[in-house]
């Protein structure tokens, strides 16, 4: 059975996506996420309680600014369908959810972002700053806030067969005590690609932006290459 190095510190949350196809899913953390104090995130989830929409591109930022549930009904548009399961588990309410990325998702809702009066953006350090740029310039005004930042760590030498990321920051954490030799790469989402492209291209790039997504185009070149 193929082995799979799963890069993000959410193992168990994505796990099961990579069993239900037959894999066999391998802890290979790559990043460690750590999150702004806790006076920043109360400013955040006041700046979601206080919006019109907020802008989700994570399922992490729903984990680390509603733990326990209780999200606001803040309208939310989401990148993906992790994300808006986030949303919607932790009480939440989506309008719309799409793209492949943020820069994707802004093409498909700028009629909707456009629409509304105050937009949220919680979210992690690092983001592109030309697409925070379109995004304010789409929107009447952006309350923007920085929660948490993801540091690469360089993992263990575990064997594995195929390794995936949905982050540039798991990928910079892989290559700091590992490589590309011997093993199929996997990606989620645009930014991520051109992070592993920068050493070799990806052999599978998920059509959505789903570890879901992710474990069955793995699936499917693993039936077809081995």
Request: overall charge negative; proline content about 8%; some cysteine.
């Amino acid at each position: 059975m193929t082995r799979v190095a799963i890069t993000t510190d959410r193992h168990d949350s994505v796990a099961p996506e990579y069993i239900g196809f037959g894999l066999v899913p391998v802890p290979v953390p790559c990043v460690e996420v750590v999150a702004a104090g806790e006076e920043a995130l109360s400013r955040a989830r006041e700046a979601v309680s206080d919006a019109d929409l907020v802008l989700i591109t994570s399922a992490r930022t729903v984990d680390l600014l509603w733990p326990q549930g209780a999200m606001p009904g803040t309208g939310a548009v989401t990148v993906g369908a992790a994300s808006a399961a986030a949303v919607e588990a932790a009480g939440g309410r989506v309008v719309l959810s799409g793209g492949s990325g943020l820069a994707d998702l802004l093409d498909g809702a700028a009629h909707v972002l456009g629409g509304a009066g105050v937009v949220a953006f919680p979210h992690a350090a690092g983001t592109d700053p030309g697409l925070v740029a379109r995004l304010r310039s789409l929107v009447s005004v952006l309350e923007e806030q920085e929660i948490y930042r993801a540091v690469p760590v360089g993992p263990e030498p575990t064997p594995v067969d195929a390794v995936v990321f949905a982050s540039p920051s798991a990928v910079t954490g892989w290559l700091l005590t590992r490589d590309f030799v011997d093993v199929v790469v996997g990606v989620i989402g645009p930014t991520t690609q051109a992070a592993v492209a920068r050493s070799r291209v990806p052999e599978v790039v998920a059509p959505e932006p789903s570890h879901h997504s992710l474990a069955r185009a793995l699936t499917s070149y693993l039936e077809v290459s081995v």
